[in-house]
T-cell receptor
Framework: EAQVTQNPRYLITVTGKKLTVTCSQN?????MSWYRQDPGLGLRQIYY???????DKGDVPEGYKVSRKEKRNFPLILESPSPNQTSLYFC???????????FGQGTRLTVV | GDSVTQMEGPVTLSEEAFLTINCTYT??????LFWYVQYPGEGLQLLLK?????DKGSNKGFEATYRKETTSFHLEKGSVQVSDSAVYFC??????????FGTGTRLTVIP
């Protein structure tokens, strides 16, 4: 089954403790992105990647890192999480520009 | 910069009512336009899309037409069902795989 898989689905952590949210897709897609969803703000793009070893900042990249060492994986790294990064995070992938984006089920992160 | 303005919610309708959710955009060039739907506890799914002016996207009884002259992409459905209850997001794509989303409109359909 074609899918985007994120882990974990839920995470509660403390300020400053490094964490990684994994994202994997099995559709051989070139493009992958990370978004955060906050009430009243919709989805905002954090980082995106157009291919292996090619990543770029989205609209809200501060406090986040990503890597794209393999085509299927695109982890999101929070080196020193802060409470303002409490949010619902989505990973997405697509085959090419202007094609359907497939979303993971989301990771709800709480930083206390 | 590029942006999407979407009708504020929440919207509550009775079953079989007509639905319109307004969406307008600002973009350089000629963006592709999308509607995504998010059911409770799930990620977003593509509902429909249009890639050039006057294109009409349609799916599951929903429709939206790419209006370049008014920079709009309003979502419509003639007769909503309880199962249509979800959050709907309008989005535009302007290259480099950067999707800009509206703030979302929560629709609740009551029997």
């Amino acid at each position: 089954e074609a899918q985007v898989t994120q882990n974990p689905r839920y995470l509660i952590t403390v300020t400053g403790k490094k964490l990684t949210v994994t994202c994997s897709q099995n559709m051989n897609h070139e493009y992958m992105s990370w978004y955060r969803q906050d009430p009243g703000l919709g989805l905002r793009q954090i980082y995106y990647s157009m291919n292996v070893e090619v990543t770029d900042k989205g609209d809200v990249p501060e406090g986040y890192k990503v890597s794209r060492k393999e085509k299927r994986n695109f982890p999101l790294i929070l080196e020193s999480p802060s409470p303002n990064q409490t949010s619902l995070y989505f990973c997405a992938s697509s085959f090419a520009l202007n094609t359907e984006a497939f979303f993971g089920q989301g990771t709800r992160l709480t930083v206390v | 910069g590029d942006s999407v303005t979407q009708m504020e919610g929440p919207v509550t309708l009775s079953e079989e009512a007509f639905l319109t959710i307004n969406c307008t955009y600002t973009a350089t060039g000629y963006p592709s336009l999308f509607w995504y739907v998010q059911y409770p506890g799930e990620g977003l799914q593509l509902l429909l899309k249009a890639t050039k002016a006057d294109d009409k996207g349609s799916n599951k009884g929903f429709e939206a037409t790419y209006r370049k002259e008014t920079t709009s992409f309003h979502l419509e459905k003639g007769s909503v069902q309880v199962s249509d209850s979800a959050v709907y997001f309008c989005a535009i794509q302007t290259g480099a795989n950067n999707l800009f989303f509206g703030t979302g409109t929560r629709l609740t359909v009551i029997p």
